[in-house]
């Protein structure tokens, strides 16, 4: 597709089960960020990847929350023993080169966590 | 990551008016972007701003990128309802990797 696409858009899960969300960036797109938006904030980030690498990890919130992404394109956030805190919308993003200057970051529609 | 310094926090105003938010920082940032963030859904890039000085038009919307390339405002005129939503701005710096946003500014029209 053109865009960014995430899935699932809604999901509803269990304290403490593990849960993944799907990113897949635009074609060609070689950064993938991740972000996290409470109900009524802004967004707080999460992860970057450049390729399949993360240089930057310093916002994933514990120990609980990882993220990988194979061929350099899609990209799995798990957050596994969710807490009733993990609730938000997780959004993900992509830009073509970072570093170039001329740097743009495309988001996708989010997937709602709702944890009971 | 970082949080721009955003303003205001909300505005309302009367279908017609004109619109003003800007967004500022300590440090200074290689591009601008604005974002518009409609209930339930991704923000969607608005406009972009890659040099210092730069003045850019998007129909209504009017975005420049500050010549102290620490800050950048956004005006929209004769607002609409469908202008309704939150708008944010976001950032780069020298490297380019890691963006930066602002803490958003909740528009509401009123008809």
């Known amino acids: 597709g053109a865009g960014v696409s ?56 514990s120990d609980r929350f990882s993220a990988e992404r194979t061929g350099g394109s899609v990209s799995t956030l798990t957050i596994q023993r969710t807490q009733q805190e993990d609730s938000a919308v997780y959004l993900c993003a992509s830009s073509l080169s970072p570093g170039g200057g001329q740097e743009t970051q495309y988001f996708g529609p989010g997937t709602r966590l709702l944890v009971l | 990551g970082q949080q721009l310094n955003q303003s205001p926090q909300s505005m309302f105003i009367q279908e017609g008016e004109d619109v003003s938010m800007n967004c500022t920082s300590s440090s200074i940032f290689n591009t601008w972007l604005w974002y518009k963030q409609d209930p339930g859904e991704g ?5 972009a701003l890659y040099k210092a000085g730069e003045l850019t038009s ?12 620490k800050d950048s405002f956004l005006n929209i005129s004769a607002s609409i309802p ?15 990797n890691q963006f930066y946003f602002g803490t958003g500014t909740s528009l509401t029209v009123i008809p």
């Not at chain 1, 960036?25 to 972000?35: F, Q």
């Not at chain 1, 409470?38 to 990847?49: D, N």
């Open chain 1, 6 to 61: 995430q899935s699932p858009s809604n999901k509803v899960t269990e304290k403490g089960k593990d849960v993944e969300l799907r990113c897949d960036p635009i074609s060609g797109h070689t950064a993938l960020y991740w972000y996290r938006q409470s109900l009524g904030q802004g967004l707080e980030f999460l992860i970057y990847f450049q390729g399949n690498s993360a240089p930057d990890k310093s916002g994933l919130p």
């Open chain 2, 82 to 96: 469908s202008d309704v939503g939150i708008y944010f701005c976001a950032g780069t710096k020298n490297t380019g």
């Open chain 2, 58 to 69: 998007n129909g209504r919307l009017t975005a420049q990128f500050g010549i102290t390339r």
């Open chain 2, 43 to 47: 923000p969607v890039l608005l406009i």
